[in-house]
Protein backbone atom coordinates (compact mmCIF):
# COMPACT_ATOMS: atom_id res chain seq x y z
CA UNK A 1 0.00 0.00 0.00
CA UNK A 2 1.09 3.54 -0.63
CA UNK A 3 -0.48 7.13 0.30
CA UNK A 4 0.09 10.69 -0.79
CA UNK A 5 -0.96 13.37 1.19
CA UNK A 6 -0.77 16.85 -0.07
CA UNK A 7 -3.05 19.95 0.67
CA UNK A 8 -5.57 20.48 -2.39
CA UNK A 9 -5.31 23.52 -5.16
CA UNK A 10 -6.92 26.05 -3.43
CA UNK A 11 -5.99 24.62 0.16
CA UNK A 12 -9.39 23.69 1.09
CA UNK A 13 -8.84 20.03 2.06
CA UNK A 14 -6.46 17.35 2.60
CA UNK A 15 -5.73 15.16 -0.43
CA UNK A 16 -4.73 11.31 0.52
CA UNK A 17 -4.50 9.48 -2.74
CA UNK A 18 -3.80 5.74 -1.48
CA UNK A 19 -2.73 2.40 -3.70
CA UNK A 20 -2.39 -0.82 -3.46
CA UNK A 21 -4.23 -3.18 -0.93
CA UNK A 22 -6.41 -1.04 1.98
CA UNK A 23 -6.18 -3.11 5.13
CA UNK A 24 -7.27 -2.06 8.32
CA UNK A 25 -3.90 -1.24 9.45
CA UNK A 26 -3.20 0.66 6.65
CA UNK A 27 -6.43 2.17 6.95
CA UNK A 28 -5.44 3.36 10.25
CA UNK A 29 -2.21 4.41 9.30
CA UNK A 30 -2.85 6.77 6.62
CA UNK A 31 -6.45 8.12 8.26
CA UNK A 32 -4.15 9.21 11.08
CA UNK A 33 -1.60 10.82 9.14
CA UNK A 34 -4.26 12.79 6.98
CA UNK A 35 -5.90 14.36 10.14
CA UNK A 36 -2.69 15.30 11.17
CA UNK A 37 -1.76 17.49 8.44
CA UNK A 38 -5.61 18.92 7.80
CA UNK A 39 -5.18 20.00 12.21
CA UNK A 40 -1.69 21.50 11.42
CA UNK A 41 -2.90 23.46 8.50
CA UNK A 42 -6.57 24.31 10.09
CA UNK A 43 -8.62 22.75 7.57
CA UNK A 44 -11.93 20.94 8.25
CA UNK A 45 -12.62 18.64 4.94
CA UNK A 46 -10.65 15.92 3.62
CA UNK A 47 -10.57 13.82 0.29
CA UNK A 48 -9.60 10.32 -0.14
CA UNK A 49 -9.01 9.08 -3.58
CA UNK A 50 -9.14 5.32 -3.65
CA UNK A 51 -9.53 4.44 -7.29
CA UNK A 52 -5.79 3.04 -7.57
CA UNK A 53 -6.42 0.93 -4.09
CA UNK A 54 -8.33 -2.30 -3.68
CA UNK A 55 -10.55 -2.71 -0.46
CA UNK A 56 -9.55 -5.89 1.48
CA UNK A 57 -10.88 -4.62 4.56
CA UNK A 58 -14.37 -7.01 5.92
CA UNK A 59 -17.20 -5.02 7.66
CA UNK A 60 -15.93 -5.72 11.04
CA UNK A 61 -12.94 -3.70 10.15
CA UNK A 62 -15.10 -0.91 8.76
CA UNK A 63 -16.97 -0.53 12.07
CA UNK A 64 -14.49 -0.55 14.47
CA UNK A 65 -12.44 2.01 12.45
CA UNK A 66 -15.73 4.11 12.52
CA UNK A 67 -16.58 3.11 16.01
CA UNK A 68 -14.03 2.97 17.79
CA UNK A 69 -10.95 4.47 15.70
CA UNK A 70 -11.76 7.81 14.19
CA UNK A 71 -12.50 9.88 16.99
CA UNK A 72 -8.95 8.74 18.48
CA UNK A 73 -7.46 9.52 15.64
CA UNK A 74 -8.83 12.95 15.36
CA UNK A 75 -11.94 12.88 13.24
CA UNK A 76 -14.27 14.69 15.61
CA UNK A 77 -14.13 18.09 14.31
CA UNK A 78 -14.00 17.26 10.91
CA UNK A 79 -16.97 19.01 8.58
CA UNK A 80 -16.68 16.76 5.85
CA UNK A 81 -14.56 13.49 4.00
CA UNK A 82 -15.27 12.49 0.84
CA UNK A 83 -13.99 8.92 -0.27
CA UNK A 84 -13.31 9.40 -4.31
CA UNK A 85 -13.90 4.97 -6.12
CA UNK A 86 -13.49 3.64 -9.07
CA UNK A 87 -16.74 3.63 -10.64
CA UNK A 88 -19.03 0.38 -9.34
CA UNK A 89 -16.80 -0.38 -6.61
CA UNK A 90 -19.06 -0.47 -3.80
CA UNK A 91 -16.86 -2.33 -1.46
CA UNK A 92 -16.87 1.48 0.63
CA UNK A 93 -20.49 1.79 1.43
CA UNK A 94 -20.53 -0.12 4.32
CA UNK A 95 -18.25 2.42 5.87
CA UNK A 96 -20.21 5.49 4.59
CA UNK A 97 -23.09 4.10 6.15
CA UNK A 98 -21.28 2.73 9.60
CA UNK A 99 -18.86 6.31 9.79
CA UNK A 100 -22.14 8.09 9.54
CA UNK A 101 -23.78 5.90 12.04
CA UNK A 102 -20.87 6.68 14.33
CA UNK A 103 -21.11 10.46 13.62
CA UNK A 104 -18.37 11.08 11.40
CA UNK A 105 -20.43 10.73 8.09
CA UNK A 106 -17.89 10.06 5.02
CA UNK A 107 -19.59 10.20 1.62
CA UNK A 108 -18.46 8.02 -1.35
CA UNK A 109 -17.81 9.71 -4.95
CA UNK A 110 -17.67 8.04 -8.20
CA UNK A 111 -17.15 11.61 -9.69
CA UNK A 112 -13.75 13.36 -8.82
CA UNK A 113 -15.55 16.92 -9.88
CA UNK A 114 -18.72 16.35 -7.77
CA UNK A 115 -16.78 15.21 -4.86
CA UNK A 116 -14.46 18.35 -4.89
CA UNK A 117 -17.70 20.66 -5.77
CA UNK A 118 -19.21 19.13 -2.12
CA UNK A 119 -16.60 19.86 -0.56
CA UNK A 120 -16.28 23.32 -1.16
CA UNK A 121 -20.10 24.01 -0.35
CA UNK A 122 -20.62 25.57 2.90
Not at 13 to 27: C, D, H, P, Y
Not at 58 to 63: E, R, V
Not at 95 to 100: L, N
Amino acid sequence: MSSEISVSDGGMWIRTRVGGLITKEAALEFIAEAAQKAKVRGLKSLLFDFRDASNTKNSLDDYEIAHHHLRRLGFSGFSKVAILVKAGDTSHKFFEVTSSNAGHPWTVFCDENAAQDWLRQD
